[in-house]
């Protein structure tokens, strides 16, 4: 190797962490569809509201620490794991609609997990297509928490993974045309 080349780019696509994302996703949602999600909700109340809390401050915190390691350039493969934290985040809105859901009157339209996970993938997108809809007190306020969260956190996520792509696609660029720019 000659001194001449640039040093190998941090930026370069690495399949392996992609097809690692591809399977941690797949069991992401072998997971989200068996575990037995109903043992919380309205029997349990107090558990239900701790979990959910919880996941949510851990996974605030995983992105934070993923965001910061893309703005470094620091991290193994911080875009990767933006991506599968994003996944995390409409993973653990779903099985919370879904745990709500068991209770009457609470959705209008949410009747199995792939109804929660296509509600919280509406709700994310900001379509709304109004086929399910929050009717009770408790699923209104886990919707203004999403709400929230997504312009908060996951908005900031994929703006980070934005101008990561955006970085590296400029770099190949450069390195092919280094007349260029």
């Known amino acids: 190797m000659s001194s001449n080349q640039p040093p190998p780019s941090r930026t370069r696509i690495d399949k392996r962490a992609w097809l690692l994302l591809l399977g941690s996703f797949t069991l992401l949602m072998v997971v989200y569809f068996t575990i037995p999600l109903r043992r919380l909700g309205a029997d349990r109340p107090l558990l239900s509201w701790t979990v959910f809390t919880a996941a949510l401050v ?16 620091t991290g193994r493969h911080p875009g990767v794991w933006l991506v599968f934290l994003i996944c995390l985040a409409m993973t653990i809105f779903a099985a919370t609609y879904y745990v709500l859901s068991a209770r009457p009157d609470e ?3 949410l009747e199995s997990r792939l109804d929660a996970l296509y509600f919280t993938i509406v709700t994310m997108s900001t ?10 007190q408790a699923p209104r306020l886990v919707v203004m928490l999403q709400i929230a969260y997504n312009f908060v956190f996951l908005a900031a996520a994929a703006g980070v993974l934005s101008r990561q792509i955006r970085t590296g696609v400029e770099s190949r660029a450069r390195r092919r045309h280094p007349g260029d720019g």
């Open 58 to 73: 851990v996974l605030s915190a995983l992105l934070m620490a993923r965001m910061s390691d893309v703005v470094r350039g």
């Open 127 to 136: 379509v709304g297509y109004g086929d399910i809809t929050p009717a009770g």
């Open 107 to 109: 959705f209008v339209g």
